[in-house]
């Protein structure tokens, strides 16, 4: 019996999946055994990027199947924790603070476009959607 993966599917996927790219496509159509997720707080960067309404209901509905996790009192105090280090010397913002500490805490592999903006994260678990 395969592995089942867990992963957390950062914003920028997300958006090129949106825009069509055919490089993060299969990550949303690949293999049967790998469960995807979002932050709660690439949900709302998803939605505010929305053009208008129908835009907004667009995204909810093509990402309805996704896994959303909400923040809790772990995952906020590691985002703190990253922030008082990072945003100095790595201009480490809050959105992607909380996405780390969501990937961390809920011991998730982060798939991301943007490898620079997570690689100094201790312990954070990093791939690449092509190498899914």
């Known amino acids: ?34 469960n995807l997720s979002m932050s709660v707080i690439t949900m709302m960067e998803l939605l505010i990027g929305a053009f208008n309404k129908k835009e907004v209901i667009y995204i909810q509905n093509a990402f309805r199947d996704i896994n959303v ?19 100095k010397s790595h201009n480490l913002q809050i959105p992607d603070a909380l996405i780390a500490a969501t ?11 943007n490898v620079s903006d997570f690689h100094y994260i201790p312990d954070i678990d990093i791939g690449h959607p092509v190498v899914l």
Request: glycine content about 4%.
């Open 69 to 87: 996790i909400h923040i809790n009192e772990n995952i906020s105090r590691l985002a703190l924790k990253y922030v008082s280090t990072f945003s």
């Open 103 to 113: 990937s961390v805490e809920m011991n998730m592999k982060l798939i991301t476009l």
């Open 1 to 34: 019996m395969e592995e089942e993966l867990d992963y957390l599917i950062d914003t920028c996927v997300f958006i090129d999946y949106l825009r069509g790219n055919p490089n993060v496509y299969s990550v949303f159509t690949g293999g049967k055994n790998i």
